[in-house]
């Protein structure tokens, strides 16, 4: 679902969308809290980031979920612009 179009999700718990989690994923992170983004280049999907605390007991904020989309705007932006200096 998340690959579909461009887009990011924090969860944060939500059964409703831990329960969207493919179970390789789960299985690998076994967290219930994270962000992940879809990566695009133009409009063709290329890849996925993900970040979580890693069994840490503090919780993901807000402002670094902000961060986090701008982080993966700016890799999408850097990408579909080092393919077209390709071109």
Known sequence: ILMSKPQNIFVNNQKKLVNLIPPELKQ????TVFFSSSIYSGDQAIGMLYADRYHSHHPITEEEYKIFI???SLVSQNIYNLSNEKN
């Open 70 to 72: 701008k982080v993966c």
């Open 28 to 31: 690998h992170t076994k967290e």
